[in-house]
């Protein structure tokens, strides 16, 4: 009886270490783990600034931009830049 219980409790951890095994791989290999997805959906925020000019939002890494004292104002293009610059 004693044999059977500890049987048991091999097979439980043997299935256990392979389900974690199986969730590594699935991980791994681009899996659509809900786990996955919410690190996915909290990695992607793009900080995105306005052009003070026409409005659009513009992201600051390719963006004119212009240096007014402490404030640095970004534009979508060398128009607006010169708009802005013009009043
Ligand atoms: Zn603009």
Known sequence: MTRLLLLALLLLV??????????????????????????????????LVRDPVCGTWVSPTNSRFLQVGEA???????????????R
């Open 14 to 47: 043997v299935a256990w270490a392979f389900w974690r095994l199986v969730d590594g791989v699935i991980e791994t290999f681009g899996g659509t783990t809900r786990s996955r997805a919410q690190k996915r959906q909290r990695a992607a925020p793009v900080k």
């Open 72 to 86: 640095t104002h970004y534009f979508c293009s060398d128009d607006c830049r010169k708009k802005f610059q013009s």
